[in-house]
């Protein structure tokens, strides 16, 4: 079993819908990163969390330490926010990070 | 925010060759670098960590003798994949990490090099 697992694998929504990506791990953590990667391959750290929200723009991510848990959602989305979403934690006090297998969504005009 | 490039984006090179992945922290010098690789559709395997001046620490399973990491200073990183077959082929992406206040850290991503092994 995957120590960062996250839903769902793959996701297709209509432009404007609301939309969650749910991340579940099973180790203990310092800090739960959010990333966004690109068709070309880039990648965009979103958030990254260690207790409680945080927003920016259409984007919100929480997370509940006790049951290890964090979501990401999408407010109004967009086609441009079609991507890879790829949750993230790191241990302790070292920076290396244990990644989910990321969520593949589309947003369709 | 901080910029981390890779140099090259894109490469191809024949079986039996060097070929070396440049990573740099463009505004602020990183603690850390990470190297990691990726394969299509799968997520991000961390290969090694690196720390300047210091040998990079490899994850179970990375040979080091094929992957040469050299951290020459605190904003350069460089990764050799040595000997280069076609089951190299994979889209390699550094990482670094900068301390702010409170010993609150942020990883920045480089935007990852494809190779192409022939």
Same mark, same amino acid.
């Given at each position: 079993?995957?120590?960062?697992?996250?839903?769902?694998?793959?996701?297709?929504?209509?432009?404007?819908?609301?939309?969650?990506?749910?991340?579940?791990?099973?180790?203990?953590?310092?800090?739960?990163?959010?990333?966004?990667?690109?068709?070309?391959?880039?990648?965009?750290s979103?958030?990254?969390?260690?207790?409680?929200?945080?927003?920016?723009?259409?984007?919100?991510?929480?997370?509940?330490?006790?049951?290890?848990?964090?979501s990401?959602h999408i407010?109004?989305?967009?086609?441009?926010d079609?991507?890879?979403?790829?949750?993230?934690?790191?241990?302790?006090?070292?920076?290396?990070?244990?990644?989910?297998?990321?969520?593949r969504?589309?947003?369709?005009? | 925010?901080?910029?981390?490039?890779?140099?090259?984006?894109?490469v191809?090179?024949?079986?039996?060759?060097?070929?070396?992945?440049?990573?740099? =922290? #463009?505004?602020?010098? %990183? &603690?850390?670098?990470?190297?990691?690789?990726?394969?299509?559709? @799968? =997520? #991000?395997?961390?290969? %090694? &960590?690196s720390?300047?001046?210091?040998?990079?620490?490899?994850? @179970?399973?990375?040979?080091?003798?094929k992957?040469?990491?050299?951290?020459?200073?605190?904003?350069?990183s460089?990764?050799?994949?040595?000997?280069a077959?076609?089951?190299?082929s994979?889209?390699?992406?550094?990482s670094?990490?900068?301390?702010?206040?409170?010993?609150?850290y942020?990883?920045?991503?480089?935007?990852?090099t494809?190779?192409?092994?022939?």
């Amino acid at each position: 079993k995957n120590e960062v697992e996250q839903s769902p694998q793959n996701l297709t929504a209509q432009e404007g819908e609301f939309i969650t990506i749910n991340c579940s791990y099973s180790v203990g953590i310092s800090a739960l990163h959010w990333l966004q990667q690109h068709p070309g391959g880039g990648i965009v750290s979103l958030f990254m969390l260690s207790s409680g929200k945080k927003k920016h723009g259409r984007l919100i991510a929480t997370i509940n330490i006790q049951e290890k848990h964090s979501s990401l959602h999408i407010t109004a989305s967009h086609p441009r926010d079609s991507a890879v979403y790829i949750c993230a934690v790191s241990r302790g006090n070292t920076d290396k990070l244990i990644f989910g297998t990321g969520t593949r969504l589309q947003v369709f005009p | 925010g901080a910029v981390v490039s890779q140099h090259p984006s894109r490469v191809i090179c024949k079986s039996g060759t060097s070929v070396k992945i440049e990573c740099r =922290s #463009l505004d602020f010098q %990183a &603690t850390t670098m990470f190297w990691y690789r990726q394969f299509p559709k @799968q =997520s #991000l395997m961390l290969m %090694a &960590t690196s720390n300047e001046g210091s040998k990079a620490t490899y994850e @179970q399973g990375v040979e080091k003798d094929k992957f040469l990491i050299n951290h020459a200073s605190l904003t350069l990183s460089t990764l050799t994949v040595t000997s280069a077959h076609p089951e190299d082929s994979s889209f390699y992406i550094c990482s670094a990490t900068s301390y702010g206040p409170g010993n609150h850290y942020e990883q920045y991503f480089g935007p990852g090099t494809r190779l192409t092994v022939t």
